[in-house]
Protein backbone atom coordinates (compact mmCIF):
# COMPACT_ATOMS: atom_id res chain seq x y z
CA UNK A 1 0.00 0.00 0.00
CA UNK A 2 1.69 3.71 -1.01
CA UNK A 3 2.31 6.40 1.65
CA UNK A 4 -1.01 8.10 0.18
CA UNK A 5 -3.39 5.44 0.28
CA UNK A 6 -1.64 4.88 4.26
CA UNK A 7 -2.66 8.65 4.64
CA UNK A 8 -6.06 8.61 3.94
CA UNK A 9 -6.85 5.45 6.14
CA UNK A 10 -5.62 7.35 9.02
CA UNK A 11 -6.51 10.75 8.48
CA UNK A 12 -9.24 12.02 10.22
CA UNK A 13 -9.80 8.56 12.39
CA UNK A 14 -10.67 8.50 15.95
CA UNK A 15 -8.71 6.43 17.69
CA UNK A 16 -8.67 5.73 21.58
CA UNK A 17 -4.92 4.88 22.73
CA UNK A 18 -4.83 3.08 25.69
CA UNK A 19 -1.75 2.29 27.68
CA UNK A 20 0.66 3.80 30.15
CA UNK A 21 2.73 7.18 29.90
CA UNK A 22 5.73 8.05 31.40
CA UNK A 23 6.45 8.84 33.65
CA UNK A 24 8.09 6.38 34.31
CA UNK A 25 10.45 5.99 31.52
CA UNK A 26 9.71 2.81 29.89
CA UNK A 27 9.87 0.29 26.88
CA UNK A 28 5.72 0.54 26.84
CA UNK A 29 5.19 3.94 28.23
CA UNK A 30 7.45 5.44 25.35
CA UNK A 31 5.76 3.21 22.83
CA UNK A 32 2.57 4.21 23.68
CA UNK A 33 3.70 8.34 23.37
CA UNK A 34 5.35 7.65 20.43
CA UNK A 35 2.52 5.96 18.56
CA UNK A 36 0.03 8.83 19.67
CA UNK A 37 2.68 11.41 18.65
CA UNK A 38 3.11 9.52 14.99
CA UNK A 39 -0.75 9.36 14.78
CA UNK A 40 -1.54 12.37 14.97
CA UNK A 41 1.37 13.85 12.93
CA UNK A 42 -0.94 11.38 9.96
CA UNK A 43 -4.06 13.46 10.89
CA UNK A 44 -5.48 10.65 13.02
CA UNK A 45 -7.60 12.38 16.45
CA UNK A 46 -5.86 10.13 19.16
CA UNK A 47 -7.72 10.24 22.43
CA UNK A 48 -5.29 8.56 25.01
CA UNK A 49 -6.75 6.68 28.04
CA UNK A 50 -3.75 6.49 30.20
CA UNK A 51 -3.73 3.88 32.99
CA UNK A 52 -1.43 4.45 35.37
CA UNK A 53 -2.49 8.28 35.93
CA UNK A 54 -1.27 9.82 39.00
CA UNK A 55 -3.10 8.99 42.30
CA UNK A 56 -5.89 11.66 42.92
CA UNK A 57 -5.58 12.50 46.23
CA UNK A 58 -2.18 12.11 46.16
CA UNK A 59 -2.29 9.97 49.51
CA UNK A 60 -4.08 7.25 47.83
CA UNK A 61 -0.54 6.54 46.58
CA UNK A 62 0.09 4.88 49.58
CA UNK A 63 -2.61 3.04 50.28
CA UNK A 64 -1.58 -0.73 49.67
CA UNK A 65 -4.71 -2.78 48.88
CA UNK A 66 -7.03 -0.62 47.93
CA UNK A 67 -5.48 2.02 46.10
CA UNK A 68 -5.86 0.46 42.87
CA UNK A 69 -9.50 1.64 43.43
CA UNK A 70 -8.23 5.42 43.30
CA UNK A 71 -6.85 4.56 39.83
CA UNK A 72 -8.64 1.98 38.56
CA UNK A 73 -12.17 3.91 39.13
CA UNK A 74 -11.48 7.00 37.17
CA UNK A 75 -9.75 4.96 34.64
CA UNK A 76 -12.69 3.06 33.78
CA UNK A 77 -14.87 6.25 33.52
CA UNK A 78 -12.55 8.14 31.27
CA UNK A 79 -12.33 4.58 28.85
CA UNK A 80 -16.43 4.68 28.92
CA UNK A 81 -16.20 7.98 27.94
CA UNK A 82 -13.55 7.69 25.32
CA UNK A 83 -15.41 4.82 23.52
CA UNK A 84 -18.62 6.61 22.93
CA UNK A 85 -16.22 9.43 20.87
CA UNK A 86 -13.98 7.07 18.72
CA UNK A 87 -13.99 4.70 15.92
CA UNK A 88 -11.85 1.81 17.30
CA UNK A 89 -9.83 1.34 20.63
CA UNK A 90 -5.75 0.44 20.11
CA UNK A 91 -5.16 -1.14 23.75
CA UNK A 92 -1.81 -1.55 24.64
CA UNK A 93 -1.45 -4.35 26.65
CA UNK A 94 0.81 -6.51 29.25
CA UNK A 95 0.42 -9.73 31.69
CA UNK A 96 -0.32 -10.04 34.95
CA UNK A 97 -3.03 -7.66 37.05
CA UNK A 98 -2.30 -5.21 33.92
CA UNK A 99 -4.19 -7.21 31.87
CA UNK A 100 -7.11 -8.01 34.34
CA UNK A 101 -7.27 -4.61 35.63
CA UNK A 102 -6.86 -2.19 32.35
CA UNK A 103 -6.69 -4.15 29.09
CA UNK A 104 -9.87 -6.86 29.51
CA UNK A 105 -12.20 -4.16 30.64
CA UNK A 106 -11.08 -2.38 27.89
CA UNK A 107 -11.91 -4.92 25.40
CA UNK A 108 -15.69 -5.41 27.08
CA UNK A 109 -16.18 -1.34 27.51
CA UNK A 110 -15.46 -1.87 23.41
CA UNK A 111 -17.72 -3.87 22.76
CA UNK A 112 -20.98 -2.13 25.07
CA UNK A 113 -20.31 1.07 23.13
CA UNK A 114 -20.20 -1.49 19.59
CA UNK A 115 -17.02 -0.27 18.38
CA UNK A 116 -14.04 -2.37 17.40
CA UNK A 117 -11.08 -2.74 19.61
CA UNK A 118 -7.62 -4.10 18.53
CA UNK A 119 -5.60 -5.46 21.35
CA UNK A 120 -2.08 -4.50 21.25
CA UNK A 121 -0.29 -7.38 23.48
CA UNK A 122 3.52 -6.62 23.96
CA UNK A 123 4.21 -8.46 27.83
CA UNK A 124 7.50 -10.30 27.88
CA UNK A 125 6.24 -12.70 30.85
CA UNK A 126 3.38 -13.62 27.90
CA UNK A 127 4.36 -17.97 27.86
CA UNK A 128 3.84 -17.79 32.11
CA UNK A 129 1.01 -15.92 32.15
CA UNK A 130 -0.82 -17.54 29.23
CA UNK A 131 0.06 -20.99 31.50
CA UNK A 132 -1.88 -19.84 34.39
CA UNK A 133 -4.92 -17.79 32.57
CA UNK A 134 -5.26 -18.51 28.80
CA UNK A 135 -8.73 -19.36 29.53
CA UNK A 136 -9.45 -15.61 30.65
CA UNK A 137 -7.97 -14.44 28.02
CA UNK A 138 -9.00 -16.06 25.53
CA UNK A 139 -12.44 -15.16 26.20
CA UNK A 140 -11.94 -11.73 25.94
CA UNK A 141 -9.87 -11.92 23.12
CA UNK A 142 -13.13 -13.28 21.44
CA UNK A 143 -14.88 -10.23 22.00
CA UNK A 144 -11.83 -8.14 20.70
CA UNK A 145 -11.47 -7.45 16.45
CA UNK A 146 -7.82 -8.25 16.66
CA UNK A 147 -4.88 -9.60 18.49
CA UNK A 148 -1.66 -7.71 17.47
CA UNK A 149 2.32 -8.69 18.77
CA UNK A 150 5.34 -6.95 18.31
CA UNK A 151 7.03 -10.04 16.89
CA UNK A 152 7.02 -13.78 16.24
CA UNK A 153 8.04 -15.22 19.22
CA UNK A 154 4.85 -13.84 20.75
CA UNK A 155 2.71 -14.92 17.84
CA UNK A 156 3.96 -18.66 18.46
CA UNK A 157 3.13 -18.18 22.39
CA UNK A 158 -0.45 -17.32 21.42
CA UNK A 159 -0.92 -19.64 19.01
CA UNK A 160 -0.26 -22.65 21.76
CA UNK A 161 -3.32 -21.36 23.44
CA UNK A 162 -5.04 -21.27 20.53
CA UNK A 163 -5.09 -17.69 19.79
CA UNK A 164 -4.46 -16.22 16.07
CA UNK A 165 -2.41 -13.13 15.91
CA UNK A 166 -0.55 -10.74 13.59
CA UNK A 167 2.39 -9.42 14.05
CA UNK A 168 3.07 -5.20 14.42
CA UNK A 169 6.56 -4.46 14.89
CA UNK A 170 7.30 -1.64 17.62
CA UNK A 171 8.44 1.62 16.12
CA UNK A 172 12.05 3.20 16.51
CA UNK A 173 12.35 6.45 15.38
CA UNK A 174 15.98 6.31 13.66
CA UNK A 175 16.02 10.06 13.24
CA UNK A 176 16.72 10.35 17.41
CA UNK A 177 19.94 8.02 16.92
CA UNK A 178 23.23 8.47 14.61
CA UNK A 179 24.59 5.57 13.77
CA UNK A 180 28.66 5.47 14.09
CA UNK A 181 30.74 2.90 13.72
CA UNK A 182 33.21 2.76 16.89
CA UNK A 183 36.60 2.53 17.15
CA UNK A 184 38.89 0.56 19.29
CA UNK A 185 39.66 2.11 22.56
CA UNK A 186 41.91 1.01 25.84
CA UNK A 187 38.68 2.50 27.93
CA UNK A 188 35.63 1.06 26.42
CA UNK A 189 32.19 2.47 27.67
CA UNK A 190 29.16 -0.42 28.48
CA UNK A 191 25.51 0.17 28.90
CA UNK A 192 22.93 -1.37 30.01
CA UNK A 193 19.61 -0.15 29.32
CA UNK A 194 16.71 -2.12 31.68
CA UNK A 195 15.06 -1.93 34.97
CA UNK A 196 16.82 -2.87 37.70
CA UNK A 197 14.20 -5.80 38.35
CA UNK A 198 15.47 -8.98 38.71
CA UNK A 199 13.64 -9.98 35.22
CA UNK A 200 16.51 -8.19 34.13
CA UNK A 201 19.32 -9.85 35.81
CA UNK A 202 21.77 -6.97 35.98
CA UNK A 203 23.63 -8.42 38.35
CA UNK A 204 25.02 -11.13 36.08
CA UNK A 205 25.36 -7.99 33.74
CA UNK A 206 27.60 -6.56 37.11
CA UNK A 207 29.47 -10.23 37.23
CA UNK A 208 30.28 -10.49 33.70
CA UNK A 209 31.68 -6.68 33.56
CA UNK A 210 33.89 -7.61 36.60
CA UNK A 211 35.80 -9.73 34.55
CA UNK A 212 35.97 -7.48 32.11
CA UNK A 213 37.26 -4.84 33.96
CA UNK A 214 39.94 -7.54 34.81
CA UNK A 215 41.11 -7.51 31.89
CA UNK A 216 41.03 -4.12 30.79
CA UNK A 217 41.62 -1.35 33.33
CA UNK A 218 39.95 1.59 31.69
CA UNK A 219 36.58 -0.36 31.09
CA UNK A 220 33.80 1.54 32.27
CA UNK A 221 29.88 0.99 32.68
CA UNK A 222 26.96 2.66 32.32
CA UNK A 223 23.47 1.03 33.80
CA UNK A 224 20.50 3.10 32.79
CA UNK A 225 17.16 2.79 34.67
CA UNK A 226 15.27 2.27 38.30
CA UNK A 227 14.32 0.27 39.92
CA UNK A 228 13.68 -1.75 43.38
CA UNK A 229 17.25 -3.53 43.21
CA UNK A 230 18.85 -0.53 42.59
CA UNK A 231 20.87 -0.52 46.51
CA UNK A 232 21.25 -4.10 46.13
CA UNK A 233 22.80 -3.71 42.90
CA UNK A 234 25.36 -0.50 44.30
CA UNK A 235 26.61 -3.36 47.03
CA UNK A 236 27.10 -5.90 44.49
CA UNK A 237 29.14 -3.63 42.55
CA UNK A 238 31.14 -2.45 45.57
CA UNK A 239 31.65 -5.88 46.44
CA UNK A 240 32.88 -6.82 43.57
CA UNK A 241 35.33 -3.91 43.50
CA UNK A 242 34.17 -2.19 40.40
CA UNK A 243 31.66 0.40 41.87
CA UNK A 244 33.99 3.43 40.99
CA UNK A 245 33.64 2.71 37.33
CA UNK A 246 29.77 1.89 37.24
CA UNK A 247 27.42 4.60 36.65
CA UNK A 248 23.89 3.99 37.86
CA UNK A 249 22.34 7.27 35.73
CA UNK A 250 18.53 6.19 36.81
CA UNK A 251 15.76 6.46 34.30
CA UNK A 252 16.74 8.30 31.26
CA UNK A 253 14.56 10.37 29.53
CA UNK A 254 14.60 9.34 25.38
CA UNK A 255 16.50 12.06 24.42
CA UNK A 256 19.22 11.43 27.25
CA UNK A 257 19.64 7.84 26.25
CA UNK A 258 20.26 8.49 23.07
CA UNK A 259 22.88 10.98 23.98
CA UNK A 260 23.94 7.70 26.70
CA UNK A 261 24.38 5.62 23.75
CA UNK A 262 26.02 7.96 22.17
CA UNK A 263 29.02 7.94 24.30
CA UNK A 264 28.92 4.44 24.41
CA UNK A 265 30.54 1.13 22.46
CA UNK A 266 28.95 -1.96 23.88
CA UNK A 267 25.58 -2.88 25.01
CA UNK A 268 24.75 -5.79 27.55
CA UNK A 269 21.11 -7.07 27.36
CA UNK A 270 21.18 -9.74 30.44
CA UNK A 271 17.21 -10.38 30.83
CA UNK A 272 15.81 -13.75 31.75
CA UNK A 273 12.95 -13.64 29.48
CA UNK A 274 12.30 -11.01 26.60
CA UNK A 275 10.01 -10.18 23.88
CA UNK A 276 11.32 -7.66 21.89
CA UNK A 277 12.76 -4.88 24.05
CA UNK A 278 13.56 -1.24 22.34
CA UNK A 279 16.89 -0.74 23.92
CA UNK A 280 18.15 -3.45 22.06
CA UNK A 281 17.01 -1.86 18.83
CA UNK A 282 17.95 1.86 20.03
CA UNK A 283 21.24 0.46 20.58
CA UNK A 284 21.28 -1.18 17.38
CA UNK A 285 20.60 1.82 15.58
CA UNK A 286 23.48 3.66 17.00
CA UNK A 287 25.64 1.54 15.48
CA UNK A 288 26.92 -0.29 18.85
CA UNK A 289 27.80 -3.67 18.97
CA UNK A 290 25.58 -5.98 21.17
CA UNK A 291 25.91 -8.88 23.97
CA UNK A 292 22.03 -10.17 24.90
CA UNK A 293 20.97 -13.21 26.35
CA UNK A 294 19.36 -15.81 24.46
CA UNK A 295 15.96 -15.53 25.81
CA UNK A 296 11.93 -15.32 24.56
CA UNK A 297 12.04 -13.11 21.79
CA UNK A 298 15.71 -12.08 20.74
CA UNK A 299 16.27 -14.65 18.94
CA UNK A 300 13.30 -13.89 16.21
CA UNK A 301 14.77 -10.35 16.30
CA UNK A 302 18.36 -10.96 15.43
CA UNK A 303 20.91 -13.65 14.59
CA UNK A 304 23.72 -14.55 16.57
CA UNK A 305 26.72 -13.98 15.51
CA UNK A 306 24.98 -11.99 12.39
CA UNK A 307 23.10 -8.76 14.15
CA UNK A 308 24.65 -9.52 18.00
CA UNK A 309 26.21 -11.97 19.88
CA UNK A 310 23.77 -14.39 22.25
CA UNK A 311 24.77 -15.77 25.21
CA UNK A 312 22.90 -17.99 27.63
CA UNK A 313 20.77 -16.14 30.37
CA UNK A 314 22.55 -16.06 34.18
CA UNK A 315 25.54 -16.98 32.47
CA UNK A 316 28.09 -14.14 33.29
CA UNK A 317 31.29 -16.05 32.14
CA UNK A 318 29.69 -16.13 28.61
CA UNK A 319 28.44 -12.67 28.58
CA UNK A 320 32.24 -11.65 29.76
CA UNK A 321 33.67 -13.83 26.89
CA UNK A 322 31.63 -12.19 24.08
CA UNK A 323 32.20 -9.05 24.71
CA UNK A 324 36.15 -9.41 25.36
CA UNK A 325 35.72 -10.74 22.13
CA UNK A 326 34.08 -8.06 20.17
CA UNK A 327 36.71 -5.75 21.97
CA UNK A 328 39.51 -7.69 21.25
CA UNK A 329 38.31 -7.65 17.15
CA UNK A 330 36.69 -4.30 16.05
CA UNK A 331 36.24 -5.54 12.75
CA UNK A 332 34.33 -8.02 14.19
CA UNK A 333 32.54 -5.91 16.12
CA UNK A 334 32.08 -3.54 13.16
CA UNK A 335 30.16 -5.95 11.00
CA UNK A 336 27.98 -6.95 13.70
CA UNK A 337 27.23 -3.01 14.40
CA UNK A 338 26.22 -2.33 10.50
CA UNK A 339 24.38 -5.65 9.86
CA UNK A 340 22.52 -4.84 13.11
CA UNK A 341 21.70 -1.15 11.78
CA UNK A 342 20.05 -2.87 8.57
CA UNK A 343 18.25 -4.96 10.28
CA UNK A 344 16.59 -2.37 12.65
CA UNK A 345 15.29 -0.38 9.16
CA UNK A 346 12.66 -2.35 9.20
CA UNK A 347 11.11 -0.91 12.21
CA UNK A 348 11.01 2.70 10.80
CA UNK A 349 7.85 4.72 11.41
CA UNK A 350 7.52 4.69 7.27
CA UNK A 351 7.76 1.02 7.37
CA UNK A 352 5.47 0.35 10.44
CA UNK A 353 2.53 2.82 8.71
CA UNK A 354 1.86 0.96 6.27
CA UNK A 355 0.90 -2.28 8.68
CA UNK A 356 -0.98 -0.25 11.25
CA UNK A 357 -3.19 1.52 8.14
CA UNK A 358 -3.72 -1.78 6.29
CA UNK A 359 -4.55 -3.76 10.12
CA UNK A 360 -6.98 -0.63 10.91
CA UNK A 361 -8.84 -0.81 7.66
CA UNK A 362 -9.38 -4.40 7.56
CA UNK A 363 -10.72 -4.29 11.24
CA UNK A 364 -13.26 -1.53 10.58
CA UNK A 365 -14.62 -3.12 7.79
CA UNK A 366 -14.80 -6.45 8.88
CA UNK A 367 -16.54 -4.84 12.07
CA UNK A 368 -18.45 -2.65 9.80
CA UNK A 369 -19.88 -5.86 7.73
CA UNK A 370 -20.56 -7.34 10.65
CA UNK A 371 -22.93 -5.08 12.04
CA UNK A 372 -24.16 -3.41 9.19
CA UNK A 373 -27.93 -5.25 7.81
CA UNK A 374 -27.81 -6.85 4.47
Not at 42 to 48: D, N
Not at 162 to 173: E, Q, R, S, T, Y
Not at 226 to 232: C, H, K
Not at 343 to 361: F, I, S, T
Amino acid sequence: MSAAADATILAGLRIGLVGPLPPPEGGMANQTRQLAHLLEAEGARVELVRVNSPYRPAWAGRLKGVRALFRLVPYLVRLWRCAGRVRLLHVMANSGWSWHLFAAPAVWIARARGIPVVVNYRGGEAAEFLARSARWVRATMNAAALLAVPSGFLQEVFARHGMDAVVLPNVIDLSRFRFRQRAATAAPRLVVARNLEPLYDVASALRAFARVRAAIPGALLAVAGGGPQAGALRGLAASLGVADAVEFTGRLDPQRMAALYERCDLMINPSLADNMPNSLLEALACGLPVVSTRVGGIPHLVRDGVHALLVPPGDAGAMADAVLGLLADPAAAARLAQAGREEVGQYAWPRVRGRLAALYRGVLMSFEARVTPA
